[in-house]
Nanobody, 123 residues
Framework: QVQLVESGGGLVQAGGSLRLSCAAS????????MGWFRQAPGKEREFVAA????????YYADSVKGRFSISRDNAANTVYLQMNSLKPEDTAVYYC????????????????WGQGTQVTVSS
């Protein structure tokens, strides 16, 4: 069983920054990629960013390109999401995901999900 624990959410003013972390644990954890998704009130969950564990290729939603950066620490089985120049429309619950069922890592088809961490951006 894999467990994902997110941290780093909170309240920040527009233009500010936050760094989310997602630590994966479980016997023999292995994942070809990990991703971040978010869900705002009344909206469907949407892709934010993903990173391949081998090689480190990264993928971003157009809405966050140039502002967010995803990275990983292989030894610690941890993925990070650095969020800069935050906007009120970034307000959402952010979820970490691991073990994608599709090679298209932007798809909402991962096997394991974290509990989510709230990010609130005030104007």
């Amino acid at each position: 069983q894999v467990q994902l624990v997110e941290s780093g959410g909170g309240l920040v003013q527009a233009g500010g920054s936050l760094r989310l972390s997602c630590a994966a644990s479980g016997r023999s954890f292995s994942s070809s990629a990990m991703g971040w998704f978010r869900q705002a009130p009344g909206k469907e969950r949407e892709f934010v960013a993903a990173i391949r564990w081998s090689g480190g290729s990264t993928y971003y939603a157009d809405s966050v390109k140039g502002r967010f950066s995803i990275s990983r620490d292989n030894a610690a089985n941890t993925v990070y999401l650095q969020m800069n120049s935050l906007k009120p429309e970034d307000t959402a619950v952010y979820y970490c995901a691991a073990v994608p069922r599709s090679s298209r890592v932007y798809r909402d088809s991962y096997e394991y999900w974290g509990q989510g961490t709230q990010v609130t951006v005030s104007s």
